[in-house]
C-alpha cells in the first residue's frame, strides 16, 4: 500500500488544509484511490471552489428555463412540447498541450453533456483565442485546434455553424478553445442524473477504460509551466464514429422507460459522474471495479476512477430491464456492464478483487467540497482617453482594420467545418448569428458566442455587461428573441487578489446585463488558472479576462431570419441607437495607434435601458418584413460594419451623413446598442416614426449601390473598392497558414 506523504498530497493539488479536511471527513488517512477521488472532486474544475460563490449572484430562472445550472446542460422552453438543451465548456489546456485531441475531445465532450438529457445535437460553435500569430506555436496550435474541431463534429454528423476567434499576446502561452452544442428534445422527456431505488443496477455503457486523461481535471486546474509537454498523457483521445454509435443508442433507449437517471462520464471520469448521481440523489453507490469494461491490462482502481477516457457514460436503470438495454448497446457495437448498485448507505464503496478499496462518504465529496472567499482587488477605473489624432484616412485605416487578425474573414476555419450536415443550417457562418430550424416546424433557433476580452481587462464590470449585450444583439439581428445564455468563464489563478477581482467583477456586469435583458445563464463552466509561469516569470502570465457567452434565440419562423448583406441598390442605410463616438479600446486605437490597455482609455460603456429599447424595435421591424438587412455594430464600428455588409451582399455604398460625427475617425468607434439596418423607400416613414414612438435614436447613413464604399465628408471623400477590401479581409489566415496548413 502506498504511504501518503506531504509531496503525495502535494502532487494531487490538495493543500494541507485541504487534507487536513479530508482527515476529518474520513477521520482516518485516505488510501491512493481514496486521495485521488477527493483531489478530482476539490479541483477548480470540478467543485468551483473559487467561483461558486460568485456564480450565485446570476440570473437563472425564467419562465422560460426548465432547467437551470446544476445539471449536464441547460434546458429551455421553445413552445410546441420542445425544448433546446445546449452548454459550453471549456477545454483550455488539453487543447495547448496536444490541440488536435484537445480540441477533438473538448467537442465530443459538450455533444456528450447535451445528449445525456435526452436531446439530438444540431449544432455545435466555438469560441477559441489565439496568442500573436507570429507566435512560433502559433500556427501549429491553430492548425491543430481547427483539425481537431473539424475532424470530430464533422465525423459525428452535427454542423459546426458559427462560433468567434480573437488573436492576442496574453494567449501565447495558454490558447482558450471553448466548445459549446445545442440540441432538441421533447420537453416531457427530459433526462436527469440523481440515482435512485435502492438496489437498482449501475451501468456502465460506451468505450471502454483506457490510461488516457488521468488527471486530467487536475491538470485544468493549475497554471502551466516550462514542463507543460511532459503533459501530454493527460489530454484525453477521441473517437467521433464511437461517439456517434452512443448517440444513437443513448436516444433509443431514451425512447423506452428503462433509465432511472443518466451522466457523461467527463471530468474526472468514473469518480465525477458516480458522485454526482449519488449525492445528487441523496443515496450510496456501490461499484465492483473488476466488471469495469478496460483495454488496457493491469489497471489498478486508481487508474479506473482517475480516466477521462472518452465516450463513456453511467446509468441508474430499472431493475430487471437491464437485458433489455444490453440488447440496445450490442446492437450498437457499444460496451455494457452491470457494475454496481444503488444503496442507502450514503457512501462510496468500492471493490476490487474481493477487498474494499474505497469507502468515502459522499457529503464531503461534493456539497461540502471547499468553497473559498478569496481576497480580490477591484480594477481601477481607466484614465480617460488622452489625445486622439484628428487625420484619419477612412480607406486606408478600413483597408487595414480589415486585414487584422480579429477581423478578418474566417473562411479558412469554417470551409473546415461541415456546417450544413442535417440540411437544416439557415444561415451559415459569417453573420451576426447562426440560424438552424427546428425539424419539421416553422421554428429557427439562433445561436452565437460573444466576449470582448480587452473591454473585460480594461473594466471588468463594463465588459461583463458588454458580453452578455454583444450576444443579446446578435441573437437579435438576425430577428431571434433572445432566450437563455451558457457561459464559460476564462481567468487566471484566482489565488492572485487581482485576477479574482478580474472574475467578481465580470460576474457582476454579467449578472446585471441578464437581470436587465431577461437573459438569464441556465448552464456554464469555470476554467481558472489560465496563466503561464517560466523560469522568466515565476509569478505568471495570465490571459485576458475572457466571460465567452453562447446565447440561444427563438425564431417562430425561420423564413423570416434577417442577414448581413446588402439586398439591393438604393436601400436606405439607417443607424438605430445612441451613438457618442466611444474610441476607448477600440480597434482602431490597438491595430492602428498601438495604444491599447492603460493607454486606451476606458471602453464603452453599456446602457441596458436602450440596448433593450433598440433591441426590441430591430426585431420588430424584422418581423414585420421593414428591414432588408440587419448587423450589429461592434469591432471596428460603422465603418468595419458597412464594410461586412457590403462584402457580404457584393454591394458598394455611399455614406453621405456628415453629422453628429466628430470627424473621420467616429466612423471606427464601437458604441454598443447600435444596429446598421437598409430599408426601402417607401418603408422609412413608418420605421422613422415607430423609432421616434420607442424612444430609439435612427439617422439615415446613406444608400446602397456601386462596386466602393464612398465616405463623403464636407472637405473630402474617403473611397475604397469591394475589389480591395475582399482582398484584405479574405487574405489573413491563407497567408498565416499557408497551402500546407493541414500538415502543420
Known amino acids: 500500500m502506498t504511504e501518503i506523504t506531504a509531496q503525495i498530497v502535494a502532487e494531487h493539488g490538495l493543500s494541507p488544509d485541504e487534507y487536513d479536511r479530508v482527515l476529518h471527513a474520513l477521520g482516518r488517512e485516505p488510501n491512493l484511490v481514496e486521495l485521488g477521488i477527493f483531489s478530482v472532486m476539490w479541483s477548480e474544475h470540478c467543485s468551483y471552489k473559487s467561483s461558486r460563490i460568485h456564480l450565485k449572484k446570476l440570473p437563472t430562472t425564467g419562465p422560460q428555463v426548465i432547467c437551470g445550472p446544476g445539471e449536464n446542460a441547460g434546458v429551455v422552453d421553445i413552445g410546441d412540447g420542445q425544448a433546446a438543451i445546449f452548454k459550453m465548456e471549456s477545454h483550455n489546456h488539453p487543447s495547448y498541450i496536444e490541440p488536435y485531441q484537445g480540441a477533438a475531445t473538448g467537442v465530443g465532450g459538450i455533444l456528450r453533456d447535451v445528449f445525456t438529457m435526452g436531446a439530438r445535437p444540431i449544432a455545435n460553435l466555438n469560441a477559441l483565442r489565439f496568442g500573436r500569430p507570429d507566435h512560433p506555436k502559433m500556427r501549429h496550435l491553430i492548425a491543430g485546434v481547427v483539425h481537431g474541431i473539424g475532424g470530430y463534429g464533422n465525423c459525428v454528423g452535427v454542423p459546426t455553424v458559427g462560433g468567434e476567434v480573437n488573436f492576442h499576446s496574453a494567449f501565447d502561452g495558454n490558447i482558450l478553445v471553448n466548445a459549446m452544442t445545442v440540441g432538441i428534445a421533447d420537453a416531457d422527456k427530459i433526462f436527469y442524473s440523481a440515482a435512485s431505488g435502492i438496489g437498482n443496477p449501475i451501468v456502465y455503457v460506451g468505450s471502454k477504460t483506457g490510461r488516457d486523461g ?30 456517434k454509435l452512443l448517440i444513437e443508442a443513448c436516444l433509443e433507449l431514451m425512447a423506452t422507460d428503462v433509465i432511472v437517471a443518466i451522466q457523461d462520464m467527463g471530468a474526472a471520469g468514473l469518480t465525477s459522474s458516480s458522485v454526482e448521481m ?38 441508474v436503470l430499472k431493475p430487471g430491464r437491464e437485458a433489455e438495454a444490453e440488447a440496445i448497446f450490442r446492437k450498437w457495437e457499444l460496451d455494457f456492464a452491470v457494475i454496481g448498485r444503488v444503496t442507502d448507505t450514503g457512501r462510496m464503496v468500492l471493490t476490487f ?16 467540497a471547499p468553497a473559498y472567499d478569496r481576497p480580490h482587488t477591484r480594477t481601477a477605473p481607466p484614465a480617460p482617453l488622452g489625445a486622439l489624432p484628428t487625420d484619419t484616412d477612412i480607406a486606408a485605416d478600413l483597408l487595414a482594420l480589415m486585414a487584422s487578425p480579429d477581423l478578418a474573414s474566417r473562411r479558412w476555419i469554417w470551409e473546415q467545418y461541415d456546417h450544413m450536415v442535417g440540411a437544416d443550417t439557415v444561415q451559415r457562418p459569417g453573420g451576426d448569428a447562426a440560424v438552424v430550424r ?48 451558457t457561459d464559460c468563464l476564462n481567468f487566471g489563478n484566482p489565488q492572485r487578489p487581482e485576477i479574482m477581482g478580474q472574475l467578481v467583477g465580470c460576474i457582476e456586469g454579467m449578472a446585471a446585463a441578464c437581470a436587465a435583458l431577461d437573459f438569464p445563464i441556465v448552464s456554464g463552466n469555470v476554467s481558472l488558472y489560465n496563466e503561464t509561469k517560466s523560469d522568466a516569470d515565476s509569478s505568471g502570465t495570465a490571459i485576458l479576462p475572457t466571460p465567452a457567452i453562447g446565447g440561444i434565440g427563438l425564431l417562430a419562423d425561420w423564413t423570416k431570419s434577417a442577414t448581413i448583406a446588402f439586398k439591393g441598390i438604393g436601400d436606405i442605410i439607417l443607424t438605430v441607437g445612441t451613438r457618442a463616438g466611444h474610441l476607448g479600446q477600440s480597434l482602431w486605437l490597438r491595430e492602428l495607434h498601438g495604444r491599447e490597455g492603460a493607454d486606451a482609455g476606458p471602453p464603452p460603456t453599456v446602457d441596458l435601458a436602450a440596448e433593450r429599447r433598440a433591441g426590441d424595435f430591430v426585431r420588430k421591424c424584422i418581423d414585420a418584413g421593414q428591414l432588408s438587412a440587419v448587423h450589429d455594430v461592434a469591432d471596428g464600428g460603422i465603418a468595419v460594419a458597412v464594410a461586412e455588409m457590403a462584402l457580404a451582399g457584393n454591394i458598394g455604398a455611399m455614406i453621405d451623413r456628415k453629422q453628429p460625427f466628430d470627424g473621420p475617425r467616429s466612423f471606427f468607434a464601437e458604441d454598443q446598442g447600435v444596429y446598421l439596418v437598409t430599408v426601402h423607400d417607401h418603408a422609412l416613414m413608418d420605421v422613422l416614426a415607430e423609432a421616434h414612438a420607442a424612444g430609439v435614436e435612427v439617422e439615415p447613413l446613406g444608400r446602397t449601390g456601386g462596386r466602393r464604399l464612398i465616405f463623403e465628408l464636407p472637405d473630402s471623400d474617403h473611397a475604397v473598392t469591394l475589389d480591395d477590401l475582399r ?14 496548413a493541414a500538415l502543420a
Open 214 to 243: 488521468i488527471h486530467g481535471a487536475t491538470m485544468a486546474s493549475a497554471d502551466f509551466s516550462d514542463d507543460s509537454e511532459e503533459k501530454r498523457p493527460t489530454v484525453q483521445v477521441g473517437d467521433p464514429f464511437t461517439e
Open 353 to 368: 478483487r474481493g477487498e474494499t478499496v474505497c469507502d468515502i462518504p459522499l457529503g464531503p465529496l461534493a456539497d461540502d
Open 438 to 485: 427546428v425539424h419539421g416546424t416553422a421554428k429557427g433557433l439562433a445561436i452565437s458566442t460573444d466576449c470582448t476580452p480587452r473591454y473585460c481587462f480594461a473594466d471588468p464590470y463594463e465588459g461583463g455587461k458588454q458580453a452578455i449585450a454583444e450576444c443579446w444583439r446578435n441573437l437579435t439581428a438576425v430577428g431571434a428573441r433572445p432566450l437563455a445564455t
Open 278 to 315: 449519488a449525492s445528487k440523489g441523496g443515496v450510496g453507490i456501490e461499484l465492483k471495479m473488476d466488471d469495469v469494461p478496460q483495454r488496457e491490462t493491469g489497471m489498478t482502481p486508481y487508474e479506473m476512477m482517475l480516466s477521462e477516457s472518452q465516450e463513456r457514460m453511467l446509468m
Open 727 to 740: 482582398t484584405a479581409h479574405e487574405g489573413f489566415f491563407p497567408k498565416l497558414m499557408g497551402a500546407d
